[in-house]
């Protein structure tokens, strides 16, 4: 047993292997951002989808520290100490920005003027509550950041994350057992694994990565999952189901 | 005549006393008022309670106020940044304490301390660790926490222009709490970049109104706190380098 | 690509139902955008509760939309000015509802419902008759009345430049309401006299952020209510004029 | 008696020639405003106050509907009709003016930061209660504008009034009858007979008008005031009450 436990925890530690890695995960959720969006990304995996967001769709980006049209990496003549995104990297802005403070910042996160937030995760609940801020250990300190705002505030919830713990715990459960960051905020998860839509019915599953089976993911979830791919494979991607579960919830 | 230019930070920072609330502007370095910081470390008040979105990085700046032992509560969103090495330290051994607030709650809480707002509603941190204790109430179905505006006696920001009215404009994204934290803040002492004639700052641009300035003091090159960071400085309050020399 | 331009002012307002919530930008004639709310008087949706300052003047812009039976309600501060002939008429009669706001409290209310916040506590009123019925609480020995954020559905507001993505500058003090309107419309319709390209607003300066805004529409040379109003103009819907000739 | 009525009410009309006219209300008010104030003034004589501030002070006017730094009336090259005061006169803007928008400017105005304001009234009480927006008749249309806003957060709210009505009714009064615009707001009075202070012992003569007697005054008044003329003459104007009186009343 010993044995086959160190064998899952290896064949789960190389899990991205298996199936999307983390460029894939990103370019997966970028085809859900529309044209037109006002996009606020999440340090990590998150900050990739904007590369894979396809031509031809023109998306604004934010960033909470108070610049909206936020553009790509600078040169070294264009590094400027003074223009950095939420992850505090160097960033540059685009023809079209717009620099404001904070308080203005975050009115249009809190007031649901921001279409789409992208974060990485801990934990997520089958009702689409979020915990990433946090693992409630004692020695830990404490630090939130704008991630409270953001699920509470911004129209549509994506989580990007390793479908579970290096470790090869759930990550996808039925309760949460960290610090929430907000409660019944996630619309939709990525994984490297699959999709899966936040729904009234439960957590649902609409599209497996290469190679993986339901099985596969239901083996390594912490709650049953739904079964939706098929439904989905007969009518095609079906982007609304997000948007109707979000007016449910919030 | 209006003139609120000083004429050193010494000056500037010379009322701060113990116990004093300080809001000092920046997210991360960007908008950092590190001369300002410098100064009060020199000045010495301490038992502070400060705000700031983070807790400094390396050993100068905030982290050098915090570890000169002047600093006795942060309330920040964020206090564990790259290079952020002192406050950690205090925090584990209880040496500080900390009030832990979302971002964005932080921001609307100085915002309405300022606008003479003492208390509003939010769906931030309902249903967490940081809505404990607090009222919640559900309007039109939904549940939101009261919190409560913050003001300070002080406020450290950083400019990019500045007149002797405090007419003020900022640099990109060093804008960030400072005209927030302006206008919370009973005496607001700002390093500006650059001082300007009166009308020198279209009246269309301003950012942040010179009623809510008190004191300006120019630095035409500040200090950027990653290059001393990068240098490995710490900043020592200049008695103790004078006690060195 | 994105492009908020839009062909007409007809075009802006065609989405504005019976019974909506419009909030008309404007402090007296400055800054009220005369071209969409003639438009809107055209299209014809009724039963509306509109926020304005004021109620307009003459028997153009806001008080011809009155006088052609279209407000069910006014939300306002000060529904008395020179010349506002229409509004104080159908009061007097029981044809319009007022709902009375003091004017700091119309704009904090306002930026609170484009900034998520459902209710605020704020010291104005209290003690008078504005107060009544709402709640009252004490914080640190003072009392303040429990205000709620206010949405539209709709913004009509007047701008000076705007780009494609909406970012807006305004024009000297007819700024006024048109931002915090611009957050509290789920739909922002922009009148503005001067359209530019992308990055002809330094970034710095733009005022309104392009987020807050849904259809412009140029005008580069907008009627002036003053101006109409000693010229004797009354408005009067297309369809009437029509009907006439 | 009608004859006597008749002559008090002619007496009361022409009041203005007997004290102080509205020039020199709002003169002897400019000379409270002090160097390097934030000043809003309120529409009729408060607007004339500005004129007679004493050379040498700079005091930056602020209009509620979004302008620090009101100039003077324009000359007509510099007319711009969206350029006007909370009046809605046209006004200037003096070099190092700032425009913000209606919930910056009564952020400016709740949040304590305007140091003066200067108002008319219809009525003010023994304890600084003002009365200047609404008769309460059932007839009339209610309209506020900024005064509640304005006496709840500015720092110290002087009025300028005649001391009666124009039938004789005095304005001054243990209690308002009119609905009120904000309570113990009030601390200074001008009116064209007398100064008054609001205090916490009550209602202070401080001043008089030239020929004006206290006993004059007090049967013009509807509550008992306290003659601290000769206090204020042994030691000069002490301007540092008004604050003290404020301090207790917020």
């Excluded at chain 1, 439960?202 to 079964?227: C, K």
């Excluded at chain 2, 370095?29 to 910081?37: H, K, N, R, T, Y």
């Excluded at chain 2, 100085?110 to 967490?128: D, E, L, M, N």
């Excluded at chain 2, 005209?179 to 650059?194: F, K, S």
Aim: hydrophobic fraction near 40%; glycine fraction near 10%; proline fraction near 4%.
């Amino acid at each position: 047993m010993s044995t086959l436990a160190t064998s899952n925890q290896h064949a789960n530690s190389q899990v991205a292997q298996v199936g999307w890695n983390r460029e894939q995960m990103a370019h997966r959720c970028a085809q859900d951002i529309e044209e037109g969006s006002y996009v606020n990304l999440g340090i990590g995996i998150p900050e990739k989808v904007a590369q894979y967001v396809p031509d031809g769709r023109e998306v604004i980006y934010h960033t909470e520290n108070g610049l909206l049209g936020m553009g790509n990496s600078p040169s070294a003549d264009e590094l400027d100490p003074d223009l950095i995104n939420a992850g505090k990297k160097p960033v540059t802005a685009i023809p079209g920005a717009a620099y404001f403070h904070h308080g203005d910042s975050f009115a249009m996160i809190r007031g649901n003027h921001i279409d789409v937030c992208v974060l990485g995760a801990m934990q997520v609940s089958e009702k689409g509550d979020l915990a990433n801020w946090s693992t409630g250990a004692a020695d830990a300190i404490p630090a939130v950041g704008g991630a409270m705002d953001l699920v509470a505030g911004v129209k549509t919830i994506y989580i990007i994350t390793q479908h579970t713990t290096k470790t090869g715990d759930a990550k996808i459960l039925a309760e949460c057992s960290f610090p929430l960051t907000g409660q019944k905020v996630v619309n939709r998860i990525y994984t490297d694994l699959c999709v899966i839509d936040v729904t009234n019915k439960g957590l649902a599953l609409i599209e497996l990565a290469p190679g993986i089976s339901f099985d596969y993911v239901q083996a390594r979830t912490g709650v049953e999952l739904l079964n939706a791919t098929e439904q989905l494979d007969a009518k095609g991607f079906d982007n609304s189901s997000v948007n109707s579960s979000r007016e449910v919830q919030s | 005549m209006i003139n609120k230019i000083v004429a050193s930070c010494a000056t500037a920072v010379a009322n701060i006393k113990d116990g004093d609330t300080v809001m000092i502007g920046g997210f991360g370095e960007a908008g950092s008022p590190v001369e300002l910081i410098h100064a009060l470390i020199d000045h010495g008040a301490k038992n502070l309670t400060v705000v700031n979105n983070n807790t400094g990085s390396g050993r100068v700046g905030l982290a050098a106020l915090i570890e000169n032992g002047q600093v006795a509560k942060m309330i920040c969103s964020y206090p564990r940044t790259a290079n952020s090495l002192v406050f950690p330290e205090l925090y584990r051994s209880g040496k500080i304490e900390l009030e832990l607030v979302p971002q964005g709650t932080l921001a609307e809480r100085i915002r309405a301390g300022g606008a003479g707002i003492p208390a509003f509603f939010t769906k931030t941190s309902v249903g967490t660790p940081l809505a404990e204790g607090k009222e919640i109430r559900n309007f039109e179905g939904d549940d939101y926490v009261m919190e409560r505006g913050l003001k300070a006696d002080f406020a450290l920001i950083k400019a990019k222009q500045a007149d002797r009215y405090g007419n003020l404009t900022f640099n990109k994204t060093a804008r960030n709490f400072a005209p927030i934290m302006a206008m919370a803040a009973t005496t607001t002492l700002v390093q500006t970049n650059e001082m300007v004639e009166l009308g020198g700052i279209d009246p269309e641009n301003v950012v942040t109104p010179g009623i809510f300035v008190n004191s300006i003091i120019e630095i035409t090159q500040p200090q950027q706190e990653s290059q001393l960071v990068k240098n490995g400085v710490v900043y020592l309050p200049i008695k103790s380098q004078g006690a060195k020399a």
